[in-house]
């Protein structure tokens, strides 16, 4: 029983309480360096003040003591000062076992005697238990009543438990199983690395591992002041596209989080879970590519507390026995504080039976006789009662950065206007996202109401009311993100306006919307991206250059909207990051695109397909990728191109460019193709840029198919039908693919400078190909249908002939014209 406090006017004593246990349940296990470095025993630390609950107000709290133990009561010496926490190490808690103990369950868990041993590294165990004050598994003693060892996480891939934010034991050798499938191909021998042991290289970032080279992206969540976190990626995995190199769990990829060492070497590094749980599902890839932080739902400023308060499947389970283990996870993703999910847990149970009844009115309350209808009605009832209670599919999770926070509910209006929309008095919090299709008469004010928490809405195919359901949409207070397709929006008067009410929107996006009148954007002030393709518009939206919003806007896309005469002023849009005007009808750039205040940070320009014959200024945009000026009616190349700008793409094929700078340097990601050059230096620099880079940065335009009378240039008439038999017996050999790159090397600039070479380069493949073998001939047409340029198909076949036959050299099949002697 517990140790009474002495009563008042008594004389105090103090005490220490040694328990000797002596325990049948551990006699199978040895306890390894019971004694702790700091010279204390295990069972008298000042950790086991945790079995001490004092209330405020109290002189003192009951002692809970251990059945029957032997009391030792003596003067308690005066020792110095002890530290509030004594940290204990995770080896002082490591056991052996003398029996074989049970497999690990699917929680990590080695259960033996109600008791719970994980695995730690390097072959060892550790008994744990849940620590009362935080929820966290925690290093026990068999001898304790309250853990007081190391918190405990477990990695979800090998298994291993680690004590928590213990970077040493984060980090793992980097082996050859781990790496497999990371590997990005290119040869990046004598490239130098920077400070923090990164590759530059073509725009991505590179490690080098055990003389390889392995794509990464920095894991901005993960990293730390004191250390980084990068991410390893398979190239072809969309994680692996974003620009900026930054690793989006919402792109959705395999990949492996490394870091470098106190000695300078990669390794695995576990970036953290909460005890016991297991790794959440990968988020589906966002084909936006678009990183939204007003989604985020972040915090203030400033370090957070960690969440050690672990939610378990079990805790779900209770009040949900249909949730199956990935709802439970689901779940858990988003509450995972056991605290918070259970209150949610029991507001779901609580309030599920009445939300069950309103929607079996509903679906009971249509009694016309369209089966249609009616299976509409029950499938929209199975879906709000799944979602309510988080057993939501994949195809409907909602990620914010790699974060479950969410479900996505699509509502079908069906074809018949007239009917009650499905509004129930129980909010769906577990819907974050609305997507409604069709054109109710009917107000939707109680779909809004039920809904009204949700961040993103998006309308399709709607014809009906406009004012109306813009009306409700703007009572909808988290709404950040508003998305509308294929709907018609018209104004019963030219004095209203559509969307200026939604003042807290951060992105407008309208698809093939006819609109009425023309809208405008003013007073939406916290307005981040804006959207209006194919939308008819005659003007830019109204107020979208003035300030304040433009200084905020970072996506401005009206691609194609063919009336669009003048373009929208980005004098004051220093934050624009992606601008759009394809398709139009400018003739200019935008006012002020070569300003200091204007989108100096842009990434992104897009003015192709227009009637743009002023050639636009990139000086001083240090942040560009890419820019898009195809068919155009520019003729010269824009001013403030560099090396690194833009950084990945540049596309001025098809204009009224005839000749390249000198100070251009050509490179990978150029393209000229169809653009009229005819000057000998530049066309010799692109045979250059194409050896380089392995690809055609220029192709003339395509010619009408004279066949083989392209390659008959100072061919002798006696020769001319010896000529046409061996083209002729070429077509019936070749293949379409060879055919094809064949009468594209008219196009290259080699035909333009170098047409004999190039002439005597044809006929003599032409003539090896047709005495060559069968098998080699499959070869040499494997080459043609794989090789995109045919400047290099033809580098190609004649590098693969030299292999099987190195004594062949192109020589010319006729003689050129000899000159004529003098007597």
């Known amino acids: 029983m517990p140790v009474k406090p002495p009563r008042g006017g008594s004389t105090h004593v103090d005490t220490d309480v040694h328990t000797f246990t002596k325990r049948s349940s551990d006699k199978d296990f040895i306890p390894a360096d019971m004694p702790v470095r700091d010279g204390t025993v295990p069972w008298a630390g000042l950790d086991d003040l945790k079995s001490r609950s004092t209330k405020p107000g109290d002189d003192a709290g009951p002692v809970a003591i251990l059945p029957a133990p032997v009391l030792e009561v003596r003067p308690a010496p005066h020792l110095a000062a002890s530290p509030a926490v004594i940290n204990r190490s995770l080896e002082t808690y490591r056991i052996t076992s003398a029996i074989e103990l049970p497999d690990a369950d699917s929680e990590g868990f080695r259960m033996y005697k ?15 238990a849940v620590d009362p004050d935080t929820g966290w598994y925690r290093a026990r003693h068999s001898s304790e009543l309250f853990p007081s060892g190391p918190w405990m996480l477990r990695d979800s891939e090998s298994g291993i438990w680690h004590p928590h934010s213990d970077f040493s034991t984060r980090t793992n050798p980097l082996t050859a199983k781990s790496l497999d499938g990371f590997h990005a191909g290119p040869d990046l021998s004598g490239a130098q690395s920077g400070s923090d042991g990164v590759i530059r290289h073509e725009g991505r970032l590179y490690v080098v591992i055990h003389e390889q080279a392995y794509q990464v992206m920095q894991d901005l969540d993960a990293s730390r002041p004191e250390y980084r ?102 779940f858990i993703a988003r509450y995972g504080e056991a605290g918070v999910a259970e209150v949610e847990l029991k507001r779901l149970q609580l309030e599920f039976p009445r939300l069950d009844r309103e929607i079996t009115a509903w679906e009971t309350g249509y009694k016309g006789k369209d089966n249609a209808e009616r ?66 008469s009917r107000s939707l004010g109680n779909v809004f109401s039920m809904l009204s928490h949700i961040e993103t809405l998006e309308v399709r195919r709607f014809k009906g009311k406009s004012h109306e359901l813009l009306s409700e949409i703007g009572k909808l207070p988290a709404l950040k993100v508003l998305t509308m397709q294929e709907a018609t ?23 093939h919307c006819s609109i009425w009148p023309p809208f405008s954007v003013r007073g939406m002030t916290e307005l981040r991206v804006l959207r209006a393709r194919s939308c008819g518009l005659r003007r830019p939206p109204d107020g979208v250059g003035e300030l304040p919003a433009a200084s905020r806007l970072e996506v401005l896309d009206l691609f194609h909207n063919p009336d669009l005469t003048d373009a929208p002023d980005v004098t004051h849009m220093s934050a624009l990051r992606e601008l759009n005007l394809a398709h139009s009808y400018i003739s200019s750039p935008p006012p002020g695109l ?18 743009l014959a002023v050639t636009p200024s990139l000086r001083g945009m240090t942040a560009l990728l890419e820019v898009d000026l195809n068919r155009t009616r520019i003729k010269s190349f824009p001013d403030g191109v560099t ?15 005839s000749a390249i700078p000198e100070n251009i340097e050509l490179r990978k990601g150029f393209d000229l193709t169809g653009s009229p050059i005819a000057d000998p230096a530049s066309l010799r620099r692109l045979i250059a840029a194409r050896r380089q880079t392995g690809s055609d940065l220029w192709l003339g335009r395509i010619e009408a198919d004279l066949g083989i009378h392209h390659w008959m240039h100072h061919v002798p008439q006696a020769r001319h039908a010896e000529k046409s038999a061996l083209w002729d017996a070429f077509v019936l050999e070749a293949n379409s693919a060879m055919m094809k790159q064949i009468r594209n090397l008219v196009r290259t600039p080699e035909f333009q400078v170098e047409r004999l070479l190039l002439q005597r380069r044809v006929w003599s493949f032409i003539e090896r190909f047709q005495n ?5 001939q499959r070869s040499l047409l494997r080459i043609a249908t794989d090789e995109a340029s045919p400047g290099k198909m033809l580098d190609r076949l004649e590098e693969e002939i030299r292999r099987s036959d190195p004594t062949w050299q192109n ?10 002697r003098l007597e």
């Open 772 to 776: 060559a073998s069968y098998g080699e």
């Open 375 to 440: 299976r509409r009605r029950l499938a929209i009832g199975a879906n709000m009662r799944r979602l309510f209670k988080w057993q939501g599919e994949h195809s409907e999770k909602v990620y914010r950065d790699g974060q479950l926070v969410g479900f996505k509910l699509e509502l079908d209006q069906g074809s018949r206007g007239n009917l009650a929309p499905p509004g129930f008095s129980v909010p769906l919090r577990a819907v974050v996202s609305l997507v409604l299709e069709g054109s109710p």
């Open 594 to 611: 070569d300003l200091p205040s204007g989108p100096t940070r842009l990434e992104k320009l897009d003015l192709s397909q227009s009637r």
């Open 643 to 657: 090396s690194d700008i833009p950084r990945t793409r540049l596309d001025l094929a098809h204009t009224g460019i």
């Open 229 to 330: 976190v990068w991410r390893l990626v398979k190239p072809n995995d969309p994680v692996a596209a974003d620009s900026a190199n930054i690793y989006r769990a919402s792109l959705g990829g395999e990949t492996l989080a490394i870091t470098r060492s106190e000695q300078n070497t990669w390794v695995s590094m576990l970036t953290g879970l909460r005890g016991g749980m297991d790794g959440g599902a990968q988020a589906p890839a966002n084909p936006f590519n678009f990183h939204r932080p007003w989604l985020t739902g972040a915090g203030p400023s400033g370090a957070q507390p960690p969440v050690l308060v672990a939610t378990t499947r079990a805790q779900v389970k209770r009040y949900f026995a249909d949730a199956t283990d990935q709802h439970a996870d689901d």
């Open 489 to 511: 929006l018209w104004l019963p008067s030219v004095t209203l306006e559509h969307f200026t009410q939604l003042t807290r929107l951060r992105e407008l996006s309208l698809t």
């Open 811 to 820: 020589q010319p099949p006729h003689h050129a014209p000899g000159r004529p």
């Open 114 to 128: 109600n008791r719970c041993y994980v695995d730690v590294p390097d072959s060892g165990l550790v008994l744990v």
